[in-house]
């Protein structure tokens, strides 16, 4: 069982930047696909980048040119890097992980592990 850990949120003004930090631990399992959500107070749960195991990403528009996604393999880590943030992108961000147990990334073998999530504030 795959399990997340985020880190990394609080507050900042308008023009400023933050990293998350998504810890993932958990033995024998194949990572099909990482990704960060956000959701907003009042509204639904959104992708704002992922990246799958071909490294193919795929970002929110409102994101794209300011926040990019990084990963360190040797401390099991996802990184979000947030730059040039905007009151818009207040919300709470979650770490996503999509794997499997038997080697497969087929949409029949994979499973979804969520974080608990991290508060991000932009204000000035």
């Known amino acids: 069982q795959v399990q997340l850990k985020e880190s990394g949120g609080g507050s900042a003004e308008p023009g400023g930047s933050l990293k998350l930090s998504c810890v993932i631990s958990g033995a024998s399992y194949l990572n099909c696909d990482m990704s960060w959500y956000r959701q907003a107070p009042g509204k639904e749960r959104d992708l704002v980048l992922g990246?799958?195991?071909?490294?193919?990403?795929r970002y929110a528009d409102s994101v794209r040119g300011r926040f990019t996604v990084s990963r360190d393999n040797a401390k099991n880590t996802l990184y979000l890097q947030m730059n040039n943030l905007r009151p818009e992108d207040t919300a709470m961000y979650y770490c996503?992980?999509?794997?499997?147990?038997?080697?497969?990334?087929?949409?029949?073998?994979?499973?979804?592990?969520w974080g608990q999530g991290t508060l991000v504030t932009v204000s000035s």
């Open positions: 990246v799958d195991s071909s490294g193919a990403a």
């Open positions: 996503r992980v999509a794997y499997s147990t038997v080697g497969l990334c087929n949409p029949n073998y994979v499973l979804d592990a």
